[in-house]
């Protein structure tokens, strides 16, 4: 993204923070508006001939459309929205953030443009920053629907997994909305997943080493009380026990050249 970096080196101040905040608050208050009729969502959503025949505020107006027709879940979607937005803004900045977000906007109007007869909403827009927050915060725990406790890269996994799946078998103006969705995910974190997937393959190949080594030192069944070579680490080795005075009727286990020194030392001792 070393493009984006640029433009943000040009134009540091571009960008509004806590933009979604306010979208989140716009998406509140015309979900009460549709509930009272006094402002339908099939007057806002992104239509190619509505646009074309003056209609231009829909360009704006589908980023304002919510996913929930309830209003709990609707309290739950706009809960998770300014959580991800806000932990986008965090990592990255209010610069990346409005140019993703607007960029995800961008390329939801084009395909509206190119599909005749269809109306498009908001949803894969901000399905896309929802995944953005799970690829920079995949162990982040959510109650789901304020009950149960899940991590965010396993939604993150069930939801694009569903998203493949309409990319497979959905209608066409489906399958364009969630290409563009993906497109526009995979634009800004194509770099991110790949530095993650290598990250989890050497922390994985670490533990691996790290479990080996473990099991190489623990699991024996002899080790020598002067060298420590066990028989796991040394299969050839011999040992035997020694239950002198010295060394108690439970006996100390010895590899036979450190036994027999043992032994030597002991007569030593005894006979001088």
């Given at each position: 993204?070393?493009?984006?970096?640029?433009?943000?080196?040009?134009?540091?101040?571009?960008?509004?923070?806590?933009?979604?905040?306010?979208?989140?608050?716009?998406?509140?208050?015309?979900?009460?508006?549709?509930?009272?009729?006094?402002?339908?969502?099939?007057?806002?959503?992104?239509?190619?001939?509505?646009?074309?025949?003056?209609?231009?505020?829909?360009?704006?107006?589908?980023?304002?459309?919510?996913?929930?027709?309830?209003?709990?879940?609707?309290?739950?979607?706009?809960?998770?929205?300014?959580?991800?937005?806000?932990?986008?803004?965090?990592?990255?900045?209010?610069?990346?953030?409005?140019?993703?977000?607007?960029?995800?906007?961008?390329?939801?109007?084009?395909?509206?443009?190119?599909?005749?007869?269809?109306?498009?909403?908001?949803?894969?827009?901000?399905?896309?920053?929802?995944?953005?927050?799970?690829?920079?915060?995949?162990?982040?725990?959510?109650?789901?629907?304020?009950?149960?406790?899940?991590?965010?890269?396993?939604?993150?996994?069930?939801?694009?997994?569903?998203?493949?799946?309409?990319?497979?078998?959905?209608a066409w103006p489906i399958k364009i909305a969630v290409g563009l969705a993906l497109g526009n995910?995979?634009?800004?974190?194509?770099?991110?997943?790949?530095?993650?997937?290598?990250?989890?393959?050497?922390?994985?190949?670490?533990?691996?080493?790290?479990?080996?080594?473990?099991?190489?030192?623990?699991?024996?069944?002899?080790?020598?009380?002067?060298?420590?070579?066990?028989?796991?680490?040394?299969?050839?080795?011999?040992?035997?026990?020694?239950?002198?005075?010295?060394?108690?009727?439970?006996?100390?286990?010895f590899c036979l050249e450190h036994l027999k020194a043992h032994k030597e030392k002991r007569d030593?001792?005894?006979?001088?």
């Amino acid at each position: 993204m070393k493009w984006l970096d640029r433009l943000e080196t040009r134009y540091p101040h571009w960008g509004l923070e806590g933009l979604i905040r306010y979208v989140s608050f716009l998406m509140l208050t015309v979900f009460f508006l549709n509930q009272s009729e006094m402002l339908p969502y099939h007057m806002l959503y992104l239509h190619r001939d509505a646009i074309l025949s003056g209609q231009v505020w829909r360009l704006f107006t589908f980023l304002l459309i919510p996913a929930s027709t309830n209003f709990l879940f609707l309290i739950f979607e706009l809960s998770i929205l300014v959580m991800c937005a806000d932990g986008l803004e965090a990592r990255w900045g209010t610069f990346k953030l409005t140019a993703y977000y607007v960029t995800g906007a961008l390329l939801t109007i084009t395909g509206a443009m190119i599909v005749p007869g269809v109306q498009f909403g908001s949803y894969f827009v901000y399905l896309s920053l929802f995944l953005g927050f799970a690829t920079l915060y995949p162990d982040y725990e959510i109650l789901f629907m304020f009950i149960l406790p899940v991590k965010m890269k396993y939604l993150a996994l069930l939801s694009g997994g569903l998203m493949l799946y309409q990319l497979a078998f959905a209608a066409w103006p489906i399958k364009i909305a969630v290409g563009l969705a993906l497109g526009n995910y995979l634009l800004f974190f194509s770099g991110e997943a790949i530095a993650a997937a290598r990250s989890n393959r050497a922390r994985s190949i670490r533990m691996n080493e790290f479990t080996r080594a473990s099991t190489r030192q623990t699991d024996f069944r002899h080790q020598c009380n002067v060298c420590g070579k066990t028989d796991v680490s040394d299969p050839e080795l011999q040992f035997r026990y020694c239950t002198c005075e010295e060394c108690g009727s439970d006996g100390v286990p010895f590899c036979l050249e450190h036994l027999k020194a043992h032994k030597e030392k002991r007569d030593h001792l005894n006979n001088p």
